[in-house]
Structure formats: C-alpha cells, structure tokens
C-alpha cells in the first residue's frame, strides 16, 4: 500500500464546535508530510485521531492498511507499536532517568536483556546527541533536550511512523536546527513515514515533501512547497507569510466596537 | 423562565453525575478484568505499597497513638463513675477493632495516599506523560493505575491491623501505666470481650471495602481529572471529600448487616 495514512470523509465535533468538516487526505510512506495551519486548527486533534486517541464523528482513517477507529482495545494498542509520537512538551516520564525513559517502551515491548537494551538505549541516545547525559532526571534538561530525549524514545522501537506535534515551538536557533536537522535525518537515514504539526512555515518548507493547510475546519491548500508558494488561495497566502489580518481576521467575531464601548 | 432554567441545570447536574457513575463503572471494569502479568506487575505493586502503604506508616502510628490515649482517659473516667474501670481493656479493644480502627485509618489513608495519588495521575495526563503511553502501546490503566489500586488495596487492612495494635498500647499506657488500673485485669477483660470473628475478622473485611473504595476513588479522579492545574486541585479535593463520605456512609451500612448476624 503506498499511502501509510489515509483519511477520508472525516468529520470530528468538540463541545459542539465543528474540529473539522469533511477531511481528505494521505500521508505516504518514506515522505515528511507536513499539516499546517494557524493555532486552535485542530492539528494536534488530527494526530489524535490518527493515533485513535480521539474518534471521529463521521468517516473513516486507515493506518497501515486498518481501519483505525474501528479496532479493538487490544489491536489498537497493537498498531500503536508501529506508532511513535513527539509530543510538544516531551512528556517524558518525570520520575524516571533519561536512560529509563529511552529504555521504556523496549522494557514494555521485547524480552530483550538488559545488555542489549543498554546498547540500543545508547544508540537512540547517541542519534540526538545526549549520550553524555543518560543519567540525568527530566527536570534537569532545557526544553530542547527534553524533546531530543523525547525524540530517541519514540524511535527507540523503530516505529514506521512518526508524529511531531508542534516540534519546534519554543526551541532557541540552535535547538531549532537541531531538531529540523533530526527530523530531517531520521526520515532520510530511516525511511519513517514522517507527519509533522506545526504553524513554524520556514521549518516546515525547508524538510517537507508535501503540505496541507487547515484552517476552519477543511483543507485549504495543499501540495508541495513549491506548489503552495504560488498557491492564489488568499487563506493559503495569508498564513504562508504571516499577515495579521485577512480572510482569517485578526479580531475575534464580536459587535461593533463603538457600540461596544458606549454601552 | 427562570424556573426553567433551574430545572435545565438541575438536569443537566444530574446527567453528568449519571455519566461520571457510569465512567467510573466502567473503569473498574476495565481495572479489574484483565490478563494479569505477574513478572512485570510485581516490581510495579512493590513500588506503590512502599508509596502507598509504608510512607503513610508513621501517620498511622502516631493516630493510632494518640486516639488510643484519648479513648483510654476518656473511657478510663466514665468507666470509674460506676466503679467498672477495669472493664477499660474490653472498651479501647471493641471501640478500636470495631470502629476507630477500620474508619479513622481509612480517613488518614484517604487524606495522605489517596489525594497524592489523585494529584500524581492527574498530573501525569496534564503533561501527557498518560497519553505518551497510550501512544506507545502501553495501557495507562496496567502500567500505572492497576499497581495504585492494589497497592491500596493491599496496604489498607495491614495499616488498620497496626493502627489497632498501637490504639490498643495507647489505651494501656493510659489506663495501666499512668491511672493504674490492674494489668492482668486490663487485658483478661480484653480477651474475654473480643470475638475473633464478630470483632476482628470483621474490622478487616470493612478495611478491605474502605481500601478498595477510597483507591477507587483517587485512581478514578485522577484518570478522569480535567488536566489543568483548576482541575488538578478540584479532582484531589473531591477525592478527600467523596473517600470520607463514601467511608462513613459505608461504616454504617457494613455495620447494620455485620451486627444482623451476619
């Protein structure tokens, strides 16, 4: 199958709000698949969904080939053994060392012993450049070694796909281009299906292979960089160079100003 | 309209606590009936019944402690009105095995482990480390709720047998020690008066309910809490206010049916 995720029809309420209105799309194996969109779109809800965390009103998401929303507790949890996510805040394990929480999911998930386990954990660990500190709990890391941790965690069973939600949000420049540099990497020396959340454009343009834009709920634009660059969606436009006000307006739905304050 | 609009939220109160039953329900449900995985639980359960049992050791003793010395002195001077002092052993033992014991452990048990453990789960989903879980193919529910449960569970009716056995010390010191009453006659009286099954075996089976209810609780409320620190500090109070009404409510209901001749 060539699409690893494959979305269709998708309609997901929250608190009677509409999340999103008629979903489409495909995320295809081997490629860094990026969803773009301005904050409160919906787009660490979609990784959710993906990861049947949440389920849709309506429509269907095949991962790998099943129907996610349809599958039991037990394969649910099976599939997710495929799965790795990055969450923004790392959410890594506080009570448990660097080391620990890199070994976590192979403890849960293999019989191996603990020399190899070591030895993979040191792997994972070399791979984001924070060996040196395995021994260290997550409450002594910067935020952007947390999420490097993070990082050789959700790689730490070599999962067939990989979610980043948010990954570059209140990183400094050189945290930044650490983890673009990652992303980049493991994609490329690994092969993993890669989908990546965030409203960071210039990141995102630089590593994806393919782009959608969600705003209001729906697709508004999607395609290559390239392709999205001469996009003539004002929505799409907007967002890609950061305008404060357009289509999407910058004041929140509200009755007249004047009248507002002479009331 | 305004009685309406009363009787909307009064409906719509009902409903959520409808759902929050029904949740709940299903919780232990899924709590309970699962394939069990002794190798990797052990180490895990180990882990919380020195959280949940061993470190609220101390408050147990000294409670213990101290409700001992009162019952003793308080019932050490009624007793002496009508000349029966030495009947004092029989009191402090009914009184603890029956009642202090299994009901203020369970209090203390609700106030010190059950609100840190609703605190700690409810933080762990505020910070996604429960949801990183999930995503990781690892059930929340066995890794982390299932150890706190039986460790509660486990470690509830050990601490109300330790709380009784040092109320009961608390009670002779009182009595023998410092009022005098006569040793033998403390603890012969004692004896005679405690039934192994109507007094002792019975004030571990309510322990046994008040461990596995309050553990309930505070798993349930920390799992369910809405994850922001309002609705951290909101989960942890309803675990110390619905473990100590959940608690009384049931004393009384384990005791009608235990003094019915159970």
Redo the contacts between chains.
């Keep these: 199958m060539k699409d690893f995720v494959n979305i269709r029809g998708l309609y997901f309420n929250r608190n009677g709000r509409t999340v999103f209105s008629d979903i489409e799309l495909n995320i295809p194996r081997g490629k860094i698949t990026a969803i773009m969109g301005p904050s409160g779109c919906g787009k660490t809800t979609l990784l959710r969904l993906i990861g049947g965390q949440l389920k849709p009103e309506r429509g269907n998401i095949h991962v790998d080939g099943k129907l996610i929303n349809k599958l039991s507790r037990a394969q649910l949890y099976e599939l997710r053994r495929k799965m790795g996510i990055l969450f923004q805040s790392g959410a890594l394990f506080t009570n448990l060392s660097v080391f620990e929480n890199v070994a976590f999911p192979l403890r849960e998930h293999t019989e191996l012993p603990d020399f190899m386990i070591r030895d993979i954990v040191l792997m994972k660990l070399q791979s984001v450049g924070l060996r040196g500190a395995k021994n260290l709990m997550p409450s002594q890391l910067s935020g952007g070694m947390a999420r490097r941790v993070a990082l050789a965690r959700a790689i730490a069973l070599d999962p067939e796909l990989i979610m980043y939600d948010e990954p570059f949000t209140g990183l400094d420049p050189i945290a930044l281009g650490v983890i673009v540099k990652l992303i980049s990497d493991l994609n490329k020396a690994l092969g993993i299906t890669t989908i990546l959340v965030s409203h960071d454009v210039e990141e995102v343009l630089t590593i994806a292979d393919y782009i959608y834009v969600i705003a209001s709920g729906k697709i508004i634009g999607h395609g290559t960089p390239e392709k999205l660059h001469i996009d003539k969606e004002p929505e799409v436009q907007q967002f890609l160079q950061g305008l404060p006000d357009g289509v999407v307006p910058f004041h929140y739905p509200a009755i007249d100003y004047n009248q507002d304050l002479m009331h | 309209m305004l009685i309406l609009e009363k009787l909307r939220l009064l409906g719509q109160f009902g409903l959520q606590l409808l759902m929050s039953f029904g949740r709940s329900g299903i919780f232990l449900v899924h709590l309970l009936i699962r394939k069990p995985r002794f190798k990797?639980s052990f180490p895990l359960l180990i882990e919380q019944l020195y959280f949940i049992g061993v470190l609220s050791l101390i408050i147990i003793i000294l409670s213990g402690l101290f409700i001992g010395l009162v019952v003793g002195l308080q019932g050490y001077n009624t007793l002496n009105k009508f000349g029966a002092s030495q009947q004092l052993g029989q009191l402090v033992a009914l009184s603890v095995v029956r009642e202090l014991g299994p009901v203020v452990t369970a209090l203390l048990f609700a106030g010190r482990a059950g609100s840190a453990l609703t605190a700690e789960i409810g933080l762990m989903k505020s910070?996604?480390?429960l949801?990183?879980m999930?995503?990781?193919?690892?059930?929340p529910l066995w890794?982390v709720i299932s150890p706190r449960f039986w460790g509660g569970f486990i470690s509830m009716p050990i601490l109300m047998i330790i709380f009784s056995v040092v109320a009961v010390w608390g009670g002779y010191l009182v009595g023998v020690v410092w009022l005098g009453v006569d040793s033998g006659t403390f603890w012969s009286a004692m004896q005679s008066a405690v039934n192994f099954h109507d007094d002792i075996v019975n004030g571990i089976i309510k322990s046994i309910v008040f461990g596995s209810v309050v553990t309930w609780i505070a798993v349930f409320q920390g799992y369910d809490t809405v994850p922001t620190a309002q609705g951290i500090g909101r989960a942890t109070t309803r675990t110390v206010v619905y473990s100590s009404l959940a608690i009384l409510g049931l004393d009384f209901v384990l005791t009608a049916v235990m003094m019915g001749g159970w």
């Design positions: 990797k910070t996604e480390q949801a990183s999930e995503m990781m193919g690892v059930d890794r």
